[in-house]
């Protein structure tokens, strides 16, 4: 009895570790994945049954596979397969947790300590990496300080457009007017100033180095193939020896960097002047034809004698007058030799005057009247004569308490 009782105990043993080692080759993956009920220990045969399999045979491998056996799986793997089946390869598994939200208290220390750090580096004028520190600090705890910092670390780096949005984005968020004052102030003359960055306008020409390349902007000339341009819409000009001038329209914004191509187009050659033409020959000179005679002279109408007649009646009338006022000067006169008075003397010199006009203008209109009477409208020479006694001759008479006469004057 005590003979089948050792091999009974002997065979129960041998399977117990016979699966233990199946166990610890499988992993725990390959546990829970194909994980099957383990088969259970070899069933203790029951009393005065005969045994009839050798159990020394499989003790043997398990012993020596022993001392290089894995680790066993941690409590709680489910069990593993039958004992005898072959085990699976191993199945990786990774698995990421995600990142668990920050509280309000977390995200204010972390904005805080981002704030502190943004400010040291700002102070040493690493302005990049405080600018970069102020956007975080402003992503965690949005605020007007983060945002004024922010925007005035991009305007020290000279980006214009950056720091134009970052100071609007900082006005935007409404800060404290009494807190802020001056900042907005700032930020208002900040975007006012930015917006009047000129543009970097980069103009390439094809071909691309013409002789006697020009550039101007709106008229004026420029230097170089790189222009610093206001903003705004202006006319660029390109011109070059032996190409046609061109000019386009272009509009930029402030701080805006532009690439302009301009394709100049070679000028047409000038045009070959024309030989002059021969001028026609002159025609054959023809006879003159006989000179006409010249037209008949308009009859000339005679001229009324009335004119004459008046002014030598005239020339009669002041003669009489000259005569009358004559005889009664020399009758004063010879009064005066008798009684020298001075009334008397007065009376002598106006009858003497009165004598000598009258018989200048009798002695005119004769003259004139004797003129009229005479010439002759046929012909222009007494017209001449005429004209010539007018302007050459002077007949004036003259009257004196001593006597009396005419004096002449002929001008050749």
Same mark, same amino acid.
């Given at each position: 009895?005590?003979?089948?009782?050792? *091999?009974?105990?002997?065979?129960?043993?041998?399977?117990?570790?016979?699966?233990?080692?199946?166990?610890?080759?499988?992993?725990?993956?390959?546990?829970?994945?194909?994980?099957?009920?383990?088969?259970?220990?070899?069933?203790?045969?029951?009393?005065?049954?005969?045994?009839?399999?050798? #159990? $020394?045979?499989?003790?043997?491998?398990?012993?020596?596979?022993?001392? =290089?056996?894995?680790?066993? &799986?941690?409590?709680?793997?489910?069990?593993?397969? %039958?004992?005898?089946?072959?085990?699976?390869?191993?199945?990786?598994?990774?698995? =990421?947790? #995600?990142?668990? &939200?920050?509280?309000?208290?977390?995200?204010? !220390?972390?904005?805080?300590?981002?704030?502190?750090?943004?400010?040291?580096?700002?102070?040493?004028?690493?302005?990049?990496?405080? $600018? !970069?520190?102020?956007?975080?600090?402003?992503?965690?705890?949005?605020?007007?300080?983060?945002?004024?910092?922010? $925007?005035?670390?991009?305007?020290?780096?000279?980006?214009? $457009?950056?720091?134009?949005?970052?100071?609007? +984005?900082?006005?935007?968020?409404?800060? /404290?007017?009494?807190?802020?004052? /001056?900042?907005?102030?700032?930020?208002?003359?900040?975007?006012? %100033?930015?917006?009047?960055? #000129?543009?970097?306008?980069?103009?390439?020409?094809?071909?691309?180095?013409?002789?006697?390349?020009?550039?101007?902007?709106?008229?004026?000339?420029?230097?170089?193939?790189?222009?610093?341009?206001?903003?705004?819409?202006? =006319?660029?000009?390109?011109?070059?020896?032996?190409?046609?001038?061109?000019?386009?329209?272009?509009?930029?914004?402030?701080?805006?960097?532009? !690439?302009?191509?301009?394709?100049?187009?070679?000028?047409?050659?000038?045009?070959?002047?024309?030989?002059?033409?021969?001028?026609?020959?002159?025609?054959?000179?023809?006879?003159?034809?006989?000179?006409?005679?010249? &037209?008949?002279?308009?009859?000339?109408?005679? *001229?009324?004698?009335?004119? %004459?007649?008046?002014?030598?009646?005239?020339?009669?009338?002041?003669?009489?007058?000259?005569?009358?006022?004559?005889?009664?000067?020399?009758? %004063?006169?010879? /009064?005066?030799?008798?009684?020298?008075?001075?009334?008397?003397?007065?009376?002598?010199?106006?009858?003497?005057?009165?004598? !000598?006009?009258?018989?200048?203008?009798?002695?005119?209109?004769?003259?004139?009247?004797?003129?009229?009477?005479?010439? /002759?409208?046929?012909?222009?020479?007494?017209?001449?004569?005429?004209?010539?006694?007018?302007?050459?001759?002077?007949?004036?008479?003259?009257? +004196?308490?001593?006597?009396?006469?005419?004096?002449?004057?002929?001008?050749?």
């Amino acid at each position: 009895m005590r003979s089948r009782s050792g *091999r009974l105990t002997m065979l129960t043993s041998a399977a117990m570790v016979s699966g233990l080692l199946t166990l610890t080759n499988v992993s725990p993956a390959s546990a829970q994945t194909d994980a099957k009920p383990a088969a259970p220990p070899a069933a203790q045969a029951p009393a005065g049954a005969a045994p009839t399999m050798a #159990p $020394a045979k499989p003790a043997a491998p398990a012993a020596q596979a022993a001392p =290089t056996a894995p680790a066993a &799986p941690a409590a709680g793997t489910p069990a593993a397969a %039958a004992p005898g089946k072959a085990a699976e390869p191993a199945a990786t598994v990774t698995t =990421t947790k #995600p990142k668990k &939200p920050l509280t309000e208290k977390q995200k204010k !220390d972390e904005a805080k300590k981002l704030y502190k750090e943004a400010e040291t580096r700002f102070d040493k004028g690493e302005y990049a990496v405080a $600018a !970069d520190l102020y956007r975080q600090a402003d992503e965690h705890v949005p605020g007007a300080a983060p945002k004024y910092k922010l $925007a005035l670390s991009l305007d020290k780096q000279g980006l214009a $457009a950056e720091a134009v949005a970052a100071w609007q +984005s900082f006005l935007d968020s409404k800060p /404290d007017a009494e807190k802020f004052k /001056d900042k907005i102030t700032e930020a208002q003359g900040r975007i006012e %100033a930015l917006k009047k960055t #000129p543009a970097k306008v980069r103009v390439a020409t094809t071909p691309e180095t013409p002789q006697g390349l020009k550039i101007a902007i709106d008229g004026v000339a420029q230097t170089g193939t790189e222009l610093s341009v206001p903003p705004g819409k202006h =006319t660029l000009t390109v011109s070059a020896e032996g190409f046609a001038d061109a000019s386009q329209e272009i509009e930029v914004s402030f701080a805006e960097t532009r !690439d302009v191509s301009v394709t100049l187009t070679p000028q047409a050659p000038p045009p070959v002047a024309a030989t002059p033409a021969q001028p026609p020959a002159p025609p054959p000179a023809t006879t003159p034809p006989p000179a006409q005679p010249p &037209p008949p002279a308009a009859p000339v109408e005679p *001229r009324s004698p009335v004119p %004459a007649y008046v002014t030598l009646g005239l020339a009669g009338a002041g003669v009489v007058v000259g005569t009358i006022f004559g005889i009664q000067a020399l009758s %004063a006169k010879s /009064d005066f030799d008798k009684d020298p008075t001075t009334k008397t003397a007065d009376r002598v010199d106006r009858n003497a005057l009165i004598a !000598d006009m009258s018989f200048a203008v009798a002695l005119t209109f004769g003259v004139t009247g004797a003129v009229l009477l005479l010439s /002759d409208d046929t012909s222009a020479e007494p017209k001449t004569a005429a004209s010539s006694m007018k302007k050459n001759a002077f007949v004036a008479p003259f009257v +004196s308490p001593t006597g009396g006469g005419a004096a002449a004057r002929f001008t050749f």
